[in-house]
Nanobody, 121 residues
Framework: QVQLVESGGGLVQAGGSLRLSCAAS????????MGWYRQAPGKQRELVAC???????NYADSVKGRFTISRDNAKNTVYLQMNSLKPEDTAVYYC???????????????WGQGTQVTVSS
């Protein structure tokens, strides 16, 4: 079994910061690119940021310059440092990553359970 466990969400005032973590555990052979998504009430889930195994990153335009994604391959963990938070960043944040359980196995997509981020004005 593979689990993605997220932490670090909470309530913060506009302009504040939060750091999200997502740790993958269980039977893991390899992990490809890791990403953070978010879903606000009444809206579709959207990509926030993603990072390859080599460290290449991609960000949604709405968070460029404010959010930073990073990963620790030894710990199978991805982070999202969120600075200068705005009320429109309020959402449930999910991590997503393809994981192969053994050599020769396909990479299947796994999602975390989500962590609430609320930014007050």
């Amino acid at each position: 079994q593979v689990q993605l466990v997220e932490s670090g969400g909470g309530l913060v005032q506009a302009g504040g910061s939060l750091r999200l973590s997502c740790a993958a555990s269980g039977r893991i052979f390899s992990i490809n690119a890791m990403g953070w998504y978010r879903q606000a009430p009444g809206k579709q889930r959207e990509l926030v940021a993603c990072i390859t195994t080599g460290g290449n990153t991609n960000y949604a335009d709405s968070v460029k310059g404010r959010f930073t994604i990073s990963r620790d391959n030894a710990k199978n963990t991805v982070y999202l440092q969120m600075n200068s938070l705005k009320p429109e960043d309020t959402a449930v944040y999910y991590c997503k990553t393809p994981i192969a359980l053994a050599p020769g196995f396909n990479h299947n997509i796994y999602w975390g359970q989500g962590t609430q981020v609320t930014v007050s004005s």
